[in-house]
C-alpha cells in the first residue's frame, strides 16, 4: 500500500547562511520534519567559517576547506534555495522582500546574516576602505593584493588596519606573513622552532603593516593577560601599532586621524566593531541602539514571536555576548530544536550562553595563543594544531552528515 505524503503546513525560512543556519540545515537533513517547506535565502552560495579565515588569509587552508557549499547543505535538508539579497520584511503579511525574486511567504522566520564592520561615521572609509565583512568582498581584494605583490615582488608596500580586535589583529598578522612569503622577501619556514620571523629582517623589508587601534590597548574586552602578550608579539613582528588613535577620515590611500596623524597606505582594511544593515531598522523588529535584533533566550524576537535570530544580528537581551562566532556556532542546536518546537506548538527551551570561553588567536606562522577568563598562552605549535583540529572538525560534521 502506498504511503500518504503528509502534505506542507508550514513555510519556515531562513534569512542568511550563517553558523547557526548551516548547523540548523545539517540537522534538519539529519532530522526530518514532515509538514514544512524549508527556504533558504542567502547572498551567496558558500559561507565562510569564520574560525578558519585567518588561516586562509596565511595560507594555511584552501577555499573549500573553509567554506560551507549551501548547494549541497540545502539539498541534504531538503530545502529550497533563493541566491537573492533581501531588503525588507512585511511582518505584517508574513513575506520577506527581496532585490530581485518576487516576495516569499513564511510561517516561521529566522534570520542569521551576520554583521559589517561599521563605517558610516567616518567619512571616506565606506568608500576607501575594504571592509572585513562581506568575506566574499574581503577575498576578492585580497587575492588582487596577493597577486600585485607577486608580480612586483620589491615595490615596497604599506597595508593600513583600522580595528584593534581580535579580528584586526589576528587580520594584521596572517596578511603579514602570507605578504611577506608572497614577496620572497623573508620564506617562511613554519616547521621551524625557532622564532618564524626575525625582527631585524621585518625592518629591512618593503613591506609595512600600520594597525590603527581608538582604545589604548589591544583587545580591549580580553584580559590583561592576553592583551599585554598580543602586543610584545605584534611589537615583536614589526608591525606598527597606532594605540589611542581615532580614525576620523579616509581619503585614497590616507588614513587620518583625530590626532593630526596621517599615514600613507596602499591598502586600508576596515575590521572595527560591528554594526546591522539598514534595512533591518525599517521592518519594526525590535533592535538594541546599534540596530540588532533582540531577542530572548529562546532566540525569538522580543516583539514578533514567530520570528526567531541568531549570531552577530541578534542580542540576547539577558545575556549580551561579544559579536563572536563562537556563539553563533553554540546556537545552532538550540535554534534547531526551538524551531522544531515552535512549529509543533510546544514549549520553547531557554538558551543561556557561556559566560567565559576559550579563544585561539592564530599568529600566521603556524602558531596561536590560548586565553580563557584570566589564563593566557603565549604563541606555541600545539595550540595552533589545537585550534586546527578543533576547526577542521567543525567542518568535516557536514561532510560526515550528508555521507551518512
Known sequence: MQQSIQPITKDLVLIGG?????????????????????????????????????????????????????????????????????????????????????????????????????????????????????????????????????????????????????????????????????????????????????????????????????DAQLLPNHHWSVQHTVKQLVTKRGIQLHLGESVCKVEPGKIICESGLTVECDRIFWVTQASAPQWLKATGLTTDEQGFILVSDTLQSLSHQYVFATGDIATMVNHPRPKAGVFAVRQGKPLFENLQRFLLDKPLKSYIPQKQYLSLIGTGDGRAIATRGCLTLPPHRLLWQWKDWIDRSFMQQFSRGQNN
Request: charged share 20%; proline share 5%.
Open 18 to 214: 550563517g553558523h547557526s543556519h548551516a548547523i540548523a540545515l545539517l540537522m534538519f537533513g539529519m532530522k526530518p520534519f514532515d509538514g514544512i517547506q524549508l527556504t533558504l535565502i542567502t547572498d551567496r552560495v558558500d559561507t565562510p567559517y569564520s574560525g578558519m579565515l585567518p588561516g586562509y588569509i596565511a595560507g594555511f587552508y584552501s577555499y573549500e576547506e573553509c567554506h560551507i557549499d549551501l548547494r549541497q547543505l540545502t539539498n541534504f535538508a531538503k530545502a529550497q534555495l533563493y541566491i537573492d539579497q533581501v531588503i525588507n520584511l512585511d511582518l505584517e503579511n508574513k513575506k520577506v522582500i527581496c532585490a530581485n525574486r518576487p516576495e516569499v511567504a513564511f510561517d516561521v522566520l529566522s534570520i542569521d546574516i551576520g554583521s559589517t564592520p561599521a563605517t558610516i561615521s567616518v567619512p571616506g572609509a565606506a568608500e576607501y576602505t575594504i571592509g572585513a565583512k562581506p568575506v566574499s568582498n574581503l577575498l576578492q581584494h585580497w587575492h588582487r593584493l596577493l597577486d600585485k605583490v607577486a608580480a612586483h615582488q620589491q615595490k615596497p608596500l604599506s597595508v593600513g588596519i583600522v580595528g584593534g580586535g581580535a579580528g584586526g589583529v589576528e587580520l594584521a598578522l596572517s596578511m603579514q606573513a602570507h605578504l611577506y612569503q608572497a614577496s620572497k622577501v623573508c620564506p617562511l619556514r613554519f616547521s621551524s622552532k625557532r622564532e618564524l620571523i626575525d625582527n631585524n629582517i621585518l625592518k629591512q623589508g618593503a613591506l609595512e603593516i600600520h594597525l590603527f587601534q581608538r
